[in-house]
Protein backbone atom coordinates (compact mmCIF):
# COMPACT_ATOMS: atom_id res chain seq x y z
CA UNK A 1 0.00 0.00 0.00
CA UNK A 2 1.27 3.76 -0.85
CA UNK A 3 2.35 5.05 2.83
CA UNK A 4 0.07 8.20 2.72
CA UNK A 5 2.15 10.17 5.07
CA UNK A 6 5.13 10.51 3.07
CA UNK A 7 3.94 12.10 -0.28
CA UNK A 8 5.30 16.13 0.12
CA UNK A 9 4.75 18.90 -1.93
CA UNK A 10 8.35 17.90 -3.54
CA UNK A 11 7.15 14.08 -4.06
CA UNK A 12 7.28 12.79 -7.81
CA UNK A 13 4.80 11.64 -9.63
CA UNK A 14 5.55 7.97 -12.12
CA UNK A 15 2.22 6.25 -13.52
CA UNK A 16 1.00 3.48 -15.92
CA UNK A 17 -1.23 4.45 -18.98
CA UNK A 18 -3.36 2.05 -20.68
CA UNK A 19 -7.15 1.48 -21.28
CA UNK A 20 -8.10 -1.00 -19.70
CA UNK A 21 -5.81 -0.14 -16.38
CA UNK A 22 -8.47 -1.31 -13.51
CA UNK A 23 -6.76 -4.69 -13.68
CA UNK A 24 -3.18 -3.67 -13.31
CA UNK A 25 -0.84 -4.99 -10.40
CA UNK A 26 1.95 -2.64 -11.27
CA UNK A 27 0.98 0.24 -8.84
CA UNK A 28 0.67 -2.45 -6.27
CA UNK A 29 4.28 -3.80 -6.73
CA UNK A 30 6.12 -0.41 -7.81
CA UNK A 31 4.43 1.17 -4.46
CA UNK A 32 6.07 -1.45 -2.64
CA UNK A 33 9.05 -0.80 -4.04
CA UNK A 34 9.23 2.92 -3.47
CA UNK A 35 8.38 2.20 0.17
CA UNK A 36 10.90 -0.30 0.81
CA UNK A 37 13.39 1.94 -0.83
CA UNK A 38 12.25 5.07 0.80
CA UNK A 39 12.08 6.93 -2.35
CA UNK A 40 10.07 9.85 -2.93
CA UNK A 41 8.05 8.64 -5.55
CA UNK A 42 4.07 7.85 -5.84
CA UNK A 43 3.18 5.29 -8.55
CA UNK A 44 -0.54 5.50 -10.09
CA UNK A 45 -2.49 4.14 -12.82
CA UNK A 46 -4.24 6.22 -15.37
CA UNK A 47 -7.01 4.66 -18.15
CA UNK A 48 -6.60 7.17 -20.79
CA UNK A 49 -8.62 5.99 -24.47
CA UNK A 50 -6.99 6.21 -27.51
CA UNK A 51 -8.44 9.31 -28.33
CA UNK A 52 -6.71 10.80 -25.26
CA UNK A 53 -3.47 9.75 -25.49
CA UNK A 54 -2.13 13.01 -27.95
CA UNK A 55 -3.06 15.24 -24.48
CA UNK A 56 -1.81 12.57 -21.88
CA UNK A 57 1.25 12.78 -23.77
CA UNK A 58 1.58 16.56 -24.34
CA UNK A 59 1.08 16.66 -20.61
CA UNK A 60 3.31 14.93 -18.90
CA UNK A 61 5.97 17.51 -18.95
CA UNK A 62 3.53 19.56 -17.34
CA UNK A 63 3.10 17.59 -14.52
CA UNK A 64 5.90 16.12 -11.87
CA UNK A 65 5.98 12.78 -13.79
CA UNK A 66 9.68 11.32 -14.14
CA UNK A 67 8.28 8.42 -16.07
CA UNK A 68 5.66 5.75 -16.91
CA UNK A 69 4.81 2.62 -18.00
CA UNK A 70 2.88 2.27 -21.54
CA UNK A 71 0.16 -1.01 -21.98
CA UNK A 72 -2.06 -1.91 -24.45
CA UNK A 73 -3.53 -0.34 -26.58
CA UNK A 74 -0.52 2.68 -26.50
CA UNK A 75 2.57 0.78 -27.17
CA UNK A 76 2.85 1.77 -30.88
CA UNK A 77 0.67 4.87 -31.05
CA UNK A 78 2.84 6.55 -28.27
CA UNK A 79 6.29 6.33 -29.97
CA UNK A 80 5.58 9.24 -32.28
CA UNK A 81 5.21 11.65 -29.83
CA UNK A 82 8.74 10.80 -28.06
CA UNK A 83 11.79 11.95 -28.77
CA UNK A 84 13.75 8.90 -28.95
CA UNK A 85 14.06 5.29 -28.49
CA UNK A 86 16.68 2.98 -26.81
CA UNK A 87 17.94 0.53 -29.42
CA UNK A 88 15.41 -2.36 -28.04
CA UNK A 89 12.16 -0.20 -28.15
CA UNK A 90 13.63 0.53 -31.99
CA UNK A 91 13.99 -2.86 -32.67
CA UNK A 92 10.75 -3.72 -31.25
CA UNK A 93 8.64 -0.79 -32.84
CA UNK A 94 7.12 -0.78 -29.46
CA UNK A 95 7.62 1.10 -25.80
CA UNK A 96 6.71 -0.02 -22.20
CA UNK A 97 8.64 2.54 -20.26
CA UNK A 98 8.77 5.78 -20.87
CA UNK A 99 11.42 8.26 -18.83
CA UNK A 100 11.74 11.51 -19.01
CA UNK A 101 14.85 12.71 -18.66
CA UNK A 102 15.54 17.30 -19.05
CA UNK A 103 12.34 17.67 -21.03
CA UNK A 104 13.22 14.80 -22.95
CA UNK A 105 10.59 11.95 -23.11
CA UNK A 106 13.01 8.63 -23.92
CA UNK A 107 11.07 5.28 -24.92
CA UNK A 108 12.19 2.01 -24.15
CA UNK A 109 10.67 -1.94 -24.06
CA UNK A 110 11.45 -3.79 -20.74
CA UNK A 111 9.02 -6.51 -22.13
CA UNK A 112 11.82 -9.02 -23.24
CA UNK A 113 13.81 -8.92 -20.41
CA UNK A 114 10.87 -9.79 -18.19
CA UNK A 115 10.09 -12.85 -20.98
CA UNK A 116 13.85 -14.23 -20.63
CA UNK A 117 13.82 -13.96 -16.73
CA UNK A 118 10.58 -15.63 -16.73
CA UNK A 119 12.48 -18.06 -18.58
CA UNK A 120 15.31 -18.13 -16.51
CA UNK A 121 13.36 -18.46 -13.61
CA UNK A 122 11.32 -21.24 -15.27
CA UNK A 123 14.43 -23.40 -16.54
CA UNK A 124 13.08 -23.52 -19.69
CA UNK A 125 15.88 -24.08 -22.29
CA UNK A 126 14.87 -23.18 -25.73
CA UNK A 127 18.03 -23.68 -27.47
CA UNK A 128 17.44 -26.24 -30.55
CA UNK A 129 13.53 -25.74 -29.78
CA UNK A 130 10.39 -25.78 -32.24
CA UNK A 131 8.66 -22.91 -31.40
CA UNK A 132 4.68 -22.05 -31.95
CA UNK A 133 4.23 -18.79 -31.05
CA UNK A 134 0.35 -17.13 -31.01
CA UNK A 135 0.08 -13.54 -31.77
CA UNK A 136 2.05 -11.12 -33.70
CA UNK A 137 1.68 -7.99 -31.75
CA UNK A 138 3.82 -5.88 -29.52
CA UNK A 139 4.24 -9.16 -26.92
CA UNK A 140 4.64 -11.48 -29.63
CA UNK A 141 7.55 -9.29 -31.18
CA UNK A 142 9.19 -8.77 -27.75
CA UNK A 143 8.71 -12.42 -27.47
CA UNK A 144 10.27 -13.21 -30.76
CA UNK A 145 13.62 -11.53 -30.32
CA UNK A 146 14.37 -13.53 -27.12
CA UNK A 147 13.91 -17.02 -28.92
CA UNK A 148 15.97 -15.84 -31.32
CA UNK A 149 18.99 -14.46 -28.67
CA UNK A 150 18.16 -18.02 -27.08
CA UNK A 151 19.21 -20.13 -30.47
CA UNK A 152 15.55 -21.70 -31.47
CA UNK A 153 15.32 -24.08 -33.84
CA UNK A 154 11.93 -23.17 -36.15
CA UNK A 155 9.51 -20.89 -34.97
CA UNK A 156 6.12 -20.29 -36.78
CA UNK A 157 3.51 -17.52 -35.62
CA UNK A 158 0.03 -17.76 -35.70
CA UNK A 159 -2.06 -14.80 -35.86
CA UNK A 160 -5.61 -14.13 -36.48
CA UNK A 161 -5.60 -10.82 -38.87
CA UNK A 162 -3.86 -10.76 -42.35
CA UNK A 163 -3.01 -7.45 -41.88
CA UNK A 164 -0.87 -7.21 -38.74
CA UNK A 165 0.60 -11.25 -40.17
CA UNK A 166 2.15 -9.03 -42.92
CA UNK A 167 2.94 -6.37 -40.70
CA UNK A 168 5.11 -8.58 -38.42
CA UNK A 169 6.62 -10.54 -41.65
CA UNK A 170 7.97 -7.32 -42.84
CA UNK A 171 9.06 -6.49 -39.42
CA UNK A 172 11.34 -9.40 -39.17
CA UNK A 173 12.29 -9.73 -42.67
CA UNK A 174 14.02 -6.18 -41.47
CA UNK A 175 15.15 -6.88 -38.21
CA UNK A 176 16.37 -10.58 -38.12
CA UNK A 177 18.36 -13.22 -40.61
CA UNK A 178 16.68 -15.99 -38.86
CA UNK A 179 14.07 -17.09 -40.95
CA UNK A 180 9.93 -16.94 -39.68
CA UNK A 181 7.34 -18.86 -40.50
CA UNK A 182 3.78 -17.04 -40.70
CA UNK A 183 0.52 -18.94 -40.65
CA UNK A 184 -3.00 -18.31 -40.19
CA UNK A 185 -5.01 -18.35 -36.66
CA UNK A 186 -7.38 -21.33 -38.46
CA UNK A 187 -4.45 -23.62 -39.31
CA UNK A 188 -3.86 -23.03 -35.37
CA UNK A 189 -6.83 -23.71 -33.98
CA UNK A 190 -7.91 -26.31 -36.91
CA UNK A 191 -4.41 -28.21 -36.23
CA UNK A 192 -3.81 -28.25 -39.79
CA UNK A 193 -0.46 -26.65 -39.73
CA UNK A 194 1.74 -29.81 -40.03
CA UNK A 195 4.74 -27.85 -37.73
CA UNK A 196 2.62 -28.16 -34.72
CA UNK A 197 3.28 -31.95 -34.19
CA UNK A 198 6.90 -30.95 -33.93
CA UNK A 199 6.49 -27.93 -31.50
CA UNK A 200 8.65 -28.17 -28.00
CA UNK A 201 7.40 -25.19 -26.66
CA UNK A 202 3.57 -23.70 -27.33
CA UNK A 203 3.48 -19.67 -26.10
CA UNK A 204 0.54 -17.35 -26.19
CA UNK A 205 1.12 -13.62 -26.54
CA UNK A 206 -2.04 -12.72 -27.81
CA UNK A 207 -4.38 -11.11 -25.70
CA UNK A 208 -6.85 -13.91 -24.97
CA UNK A 209 -7.41 -14.59 -21.54
CA UNK A 210 -7.02 -11.13 -20.29
CA UNK A 211 -10.94 -11.38 -19.73
CA UNK A 212 -10.36 -15.17 -19.28
CA UNK A 213 -11.50 -16.96 -23.13
CA UNK A 214 -10.44 -19.81 -23.84
CA UNK A 215 -7.75 -20.63 -26.86
CA UNK A 216 -8.61 -23.66 -28.88
CA UNK A 217 -5.65 -25.28 -28.39
CA UNK A 218 -5.53 -28.47 -30.83
CA UNK A 219 -4.20 -30.24 -28.01
CA UNK A 220 -3.92 -33.81 -29.81
CA UNK A 221 -1.63 -31.90 -32.38
CA UNK A 222 0.39 -30.49 -29.68
CA UNK A 223 0.94 -33.25 -27.60
CA UNK A 224 5.06 -33.09 -27.94
CA UNK A 225 5.22 -30.05 -26.70
CA UNK A 226 6.50 -30.32 -23.28
CA UNK A 227 5.82 -26.18 -22.00
CA UNK A 228 2.85 -24.09 -22.48
CA UNK A 229 4.02 -20.79 -21.74
CA UNK A 230 0.99 -17.81 -21.50
CA UNK A 231 2.28 -13.61 -21.47
CA UNK A 232 -1.15 -12.88 -20.68
CA UNK A 233 -1.44 -12.91 -16.56
CA UNK A 234 -4.50 -12.96 -14.01
CA UNK A 235 -5.29 -12.85 -10.39
CA UNK A 236 -6.15 -16.67 -11.26
CA UNK A 237 -4.36 -18.93 -13.86
CA UNK A 238 -5.13 -18.19 -16.99
CA UNK A 239 -7.65 -20.53 -18.81
CA UNK A 240 -4.59 -21.77 -21.21
CA UNK A 241 -2.41 -22.53 -18.28
CA UNK A 242 -4.82 -24.62 -16.13
CA UNK A 243 -6.30 -26.44 -19.32
CA UNK A 244 -2.41 -27.02 -19.94
CA UNK A 245 -1.50 -28.85 -16.28
CA UNK A 246 -4.84 -30.86 -16.39
CA UNK A 247 -3.30 -31.98 -19.54
CA UNK A 248 0.00 -32.71 -17.69
CA UNK A 249 1.89 -29.93 -19.34
CA UNK A 250 4.99 -27.75 -17.66
CA UNK A 251 3.44 -24.31 -17.62
CA UNK A 252 3.24 -20.76 -16.20
CA UNK A 253 1.31 -17.50 -16.89
CA UNK A 254 2.83 -13.94 -17.55
CA UNK A 255 3.49 -13.23 -13.85
CA UNK A 256 6.89 -13.56 -13.62
CA UNK A 257 7.17 -11.35 -17.14
CA UNK A 258 5.50 -8.50 -15.41
CA UNK A 259 7.34 -8.54 -12.23
CA UNK A 260 10.53 -8.19 -14.20
CA UNK A 261 9.64 -5.89 -17.21
CA UNK A 262 8.38 -3.58 -13.47
CA UNK A 263 11.78 -4.40 -12.01
CA UNK A 264 13.76 -2.71 -14.92
CA UNK A 265 11.47 0.03 -15.42
CA UNK A 266 11.99 0.84 -12.20
CA UNK A 267 15.69 1.18 -12.35
CA UNK A 268 14.93 3.04 -15.31
CA UNK A 269 12.62 5.72 -13.68
CA UNK A 270 14.94 5.57 -10.24
CA UNK A 271 18.24 5.12 -11.21
CA UNK A 272 17.76 2.19 -8.79
CA UNK A 273 18.11 -1.30 -8.65
CA UNK A 274 14.67 -2.82 -7.65
CA UNK A 275 13.85 -4.81 -5.09
CA UNK A 276 12.96 -7.56 -6.26
CA UNK A 277 11.51 -9.74 -3.61
CA UNK A 278 9.80 -7.03 -2.12
CA UNK A 279 7.77 -6.73 -5.27
CA UNK A 280 7.77 -10.42 -5.49
CA UNK A 281 6.07 -10.35 -2.05
CA UNK A 282 3.48 -7.43 -3.05
CA UNK A 283 2.72 -9.00 -5.87
CA UNK A 284 1.79 -12.17 -4.24
CA UNK A 285 -0.34 -10.68 -1.46
CA UNK A 286 -2.84 -8.70 -4.43
CA UNK A 287 -2.99 -12.24 -5.86
CA UNK A 288 -4.14 -13.92 -3.02
N1 LIG B 1 3.22 -10.38 -18.64
C1 LIG B 1 3.67 -9.26 -19.12
O1 LIG B 1 4.54 -8.60 -18.55
C2 LIG B 1 3.13 -8.76 -20.42
C3 LIG B 1 3.86 -7.84 -21.17
C4 LIG B 1 3.33 -7.41 -22.39
C5 LIG B 1 2.08 -7.86 -22.81
N2 LIG B 1 1.41 -8.74 -22.04
C6 LIG B 1 0.09 -9.25 -22.47
O2 LIG B 1 0.20 -9.74 -23.79
C7 LIG B 1 -1.04 -9.57 -24.46
C8 LIG B 1 -0.78 -8.99 -25.84
O3 LIG B 1 -0.27 -7.69 -25.70
P1 LIG B 1 0.26 -6.86 -26.96
O4 LIG B 1 0.93 -5.66 -26.43
O5 LIG B 1 0.98 -7.73 -27.90
O6 LIG B 1 -1.14 -6.44 -27.65
P2 LIG B 1 -1.36 -6.05 -29.17
O7 LIG B 1 -0.13 -5.43 -29.75
O8 LIG B 1 -2.63 -5.28 -29.21
O9 LIG B 1 -1.58 -7.46 -29.93
C9 LIG B 1 -2.67 -8.26 -29.61
C10 LIG B 1 -2.54 -9.61 -30.30
O10 LIG B 1 -3.63 -10.43 -29.84
C11 LIG B 1 -4.33 -10.95 -30.97
N3 LIG B 1 -5.74 -11.11 -30.65
C12 LIG B 1 -6.55 -10.22 -30.00
N4 LIG B 1 -7.79 -10.74 -29.88
C13 LIG B 1 -7.76 -11.99 -30.44
C14 LIG B 1 -8.73 -13.01 -30.64
N5 LIG B 1 -9.99 -12.86 -30.20
N6 LIG B 1 -8.36 -14.15 -31.26
C15 LIG B 1 -7.07 -14.32 -31.70
N7 LIG B 1 -6.10 -13.37 -31.56
C16 LIG B 1 -6.45 -12.22 -30.95
C17 LIG B 1 -4.12 -9.90 -32.05
O11 LIG B 1 -4.37 -10.47 -33.31
P3 LIG B 1 -5.04 -9.61 -34.52
O12 LIG B 1 -3.90 -9.20 -35.38
O13 LIG B 1 -5.95 -10.57 -35.16
O14 LIG B 1 -5.76 -8.45 -33.90
C18 LIG B 1 -2.64 -9.56 -31.81
O15 LIG B 1 -1.81 -10.52 -32.39
C19 LIG B 1 -1.91 -8.68 -23.57
O16 LIG B 1 -2.85 -9.48 -22.91
C20 LIG B 1 -0.94 -8.11 -22.56
O17 LIG B 1 -1.53 -7.89 -21.30
C21 LIG B 1 1.90 -9.21 -20.87
Keep these: ?24 LSPVFQNAALNALK ?43 LDRLDDTALLLGAVNVVVLNDEELVGYNTDGIGFAKALDFNQVDLNGK ?7 GGAARAVLSVLIERGIHKVTVYNRSLERSLQFQQWVKNSFTTEVEIDSWESFINGQSSFLNQVDVLIN ?30 REETPLVRE ?10 GKIMLLYQGAESFRLFTG ?11 LNEALR
Excluded at 8 to 23: Q, S
Excluded at 213 to 224: G, L
Excluded at 272 to 282: D, Q, S, T
Aim: aromatic share 8%.
Design 39 to 81: LDYVYLAFDISADNLINAVCTLRTWRLKGINVTVPHKEKIIQW
Design 205 to 234: ATRLGLNREFIEVPWNNVENSEWIIDVVYH
Design 1 to 24: MVQQNRITAETKLLGLIGHPVNHS
Design 244 to 253: ARKKGKKAFD
Design 130 to 136: NIALLGA
Design 272 to 282: HEAPIEVMERA
